[in-house]
């Protein structure tokens, strides 16, 4: 690994989207790329057969709002994979009622978005380094992949909580215990920070909820504000989550219009791009959780097996999941193919190895690293994009109707996210004023008898209300943990027994908290322990 000094990336943004495969967005950059791994148009295409037997043809795309969402949990990502992958359109057909209209729109499955179709996606393809190869580390759904995508396992977990036997499991998935990459960068000083939007997913993790952590929890308007501040005051690492529901949604998740996670996508980039001195020293990773039941022609590969917590559940986690789209943007990275195999533990690879921290389990330990593929030597490439300009007339969804119904699906995402608010209201304090009467309704009944699977019964809320509910919970459970951070960065920040790095840590987060750059003050640590004593006893 180059030293630190010889590194010019000194800033890691990721930004994580939803469920689609690397044929659907990104096989059409074989007509760039000869070597990909993708479409070839001077081939006959790829088929599927539907359940009569018929084939259905990999084609070129403009649909932008899927009308049905794909299955993508276990049971339906193995008959997918069936036969060299020849199950997608068949599992769709099955999976969706009536049939009538499941057939269809099986073509979808099999469709791809033609070179240049997506304005932001395709752009940084362009530009930038494409990862072909790049697979899910699982061959499931959301929320496992997300772990493994920052804390290198899934704890055994492999499907949704609301999947079947899993509903008297919540707690298993909302009290996941292991350590996350956010940890490992705490425990060496470094600076990091998540920008969400509605709902953060990653409070799924336990240790993303203690105070300490949510302190460095914000909304994505401080991204675009840090974004055009000094480098020295940016993130070493930080993680955009997107829009997970509603009339805004820009996770990229079916049946939502594909163009609100490109104008997510370009904004993101553009937010870099705009401060030169910044740009210079970044590296933006944009990958997607997983396939979301749309199809990909390449069968993954085995796996390492992640942890010893995973050998008791009875799945093998012996398999990549399938392809997703992965690009790696900085002005350090050339425009072209990357063909090394990789999964989502392939960037805590790099990030372990940057910042030496220990490995996040063994499938991260034994992950090809993206680093061979950032100079570190010469000048930042200028030839890079200025700006992704998306029009409003592209943003002008081609349905309205079926994009104001697309805010009120749930999918098993929300689901799963309004359970999460269920579970972190019975943590929030009693003398935090609840807001929305029909909240203080479910809070009423479940007060004092909290059990996680209680919370599955039947209430006069509908999902979308319970969603819509949660959005309440969430913040008022980050003002809580906010709150009780103070006390303990003031403990670290006074503990002399502590590493210097570990104590300035927590001197930048309370700075953050109370608007001190105490980081950039002569001595941090000192300042901030004269605010504690004026402020804080």
């Avoid at 932008?64 to 990502?77: G, I």
């Avoid at 509603?246 to 939502?256: F, L, M, Q, S, V």
């Avoid at 034994?366 to 700006?387: C, F, L, S, V, Y």
């Avoid at 006074?494 to 001190?516: F, I, K």
Wanted: aromatic share 10%; proline share 8%; hydrophobic share 35%.
């Amino acid at each position: 690994m180059p030293s630190p000094s010889a590194d010019p990336i000194q800033h890691v943004v990721l930004l994580i989207l939803e469920n689609h495969s690397f044929d659907q967005m990104l096989g059409c950059f074989q007509e760039k790329y000869p070597k990909l791994d993708g479409i070839d148009a001077a081939k006959p295409p790829r088929s599927n057969p539907d359940d009569s037997g018929n084939p259905v043809f990999q084609k070129p795309t403009t649909e932008r709002q899927m009308q049905l969402d794909p299955h993508h949990e276990v049971v339906h990502v193995k008959a997918q994979l069936e036969d060299c992958n020849s199950g997608f359109v068949k599992n769709f057909i099955a999976s969706h009622e009536p049939r009538t209209e499941a057939l269809q729109l099986s073509p979808c499955i099999m469709g791809y978005y033609p070179r240049g179709f997506l304005p932001a996606l395709h752009t940084l393809a362009e530009n930038f380094a494409v990862c072909d190869h790049w697979f899910s580390s699982l061959p499931g759904p959301t929320w496992p992949n997300r772990f493994f995508a920052l804390t290198g396992t899934s704890s055994g977990k492999h499907d949704m909580p609301e999947d079947g036997a899993h509903k008297s499991d919540l707690d298993g998935f909302f009290e996941q215990n292991q350590d996350t990459i956010f940890d490992r960068l705490s425990g060496k000083g470094i600076h990091w920070k998540v920008y969400f939007h509605d709902i953060p997913q990653t409070w799924v993790l336990r240790h993303q909820r203690e105070p300490e952590n949510a302190m460095r929890y914000f909304s994505i308007d401080h991204f675009y504000k840090d974004a055009r501040g000094l480098p020295d005051d940016f993130p070493a690492f930080c993680l955009i989550e997107p829009d997970y529901n509603g009339t805004d949604e820009n996770d990229d998740h079916p049946p939502h219009d594909i163009m609100k996670a490109e104008k997510l996508i370009a904004d993101v980039y553009n937010a870099l791009r705009a401060n030169q001195e910044l740009w210079r020293s970044t590296l933006l990773v944009v990958f997607y959780d997983e396939h979301g039941g749309f199809y990909d022609h390449v069968s993954p590969p085995k796996a390492v097996f992640p942890d010893e917590i995973s050998q008791s559940t009875g799945y093998p986690f012996d398999r990549l999941g399938v392809r997703v789209p992965a690009l790696l943007v900085s002005p350090w990275v050339d425009a072209g193919l990357v063909d090394t195999q990789f999964d989502h533990t392939s960037l805590l690879k790099y990030l372990c190895d940057k910042w030496g921290l220990a490995y996040l389990g063994q499938r991260t330990a034994e992950a090809k690293t993206i680093a061979p593929n950032i100079r570190t030597t010469g000048a930042p490439r200028q030839d890079t994009p200025a700006w992704i300009q998306i029009t409003n007339a592209q943003l002008q969804p081609p349905d309205p109707e079926v994009e104001e119904e697309a805010a009120n699906v749930m999918n098993a995402h929300h689901i799963a996210l309004s359970y999460l608010a269920d579970y972190l209201k019975a943590q929030v304090d009693e003398e935090v004023p609840v807001a929305v009467s029909a909240w203080s309704r479910v809070w009423e009944e479940v007060k004092g008898l909290f059990h996680p699977a209680r919370l599955l019964a039947e209430t006069p809320l509908t999902p979308a209300q319970r969603y819509e509910h949660a959005q309440e919970v969430f913040p008022l459970f980050l003002k809580q943990q906010k709150q009780k951070a103070v006390s303990v960065l003031a403990d670290k920040i006074r503990d002399t027994s502590l590493p210097d790095q570990v104590r300035r840590h927590a001197a930048r987060a309370l700075g953050e908290h109370v608007g001190r750059r105490f980081h950039r003050e002569a001595d941090p640590l000192a300042s901030a322990t004269r605010w504690l004593e004026k402020h804080h006893h």
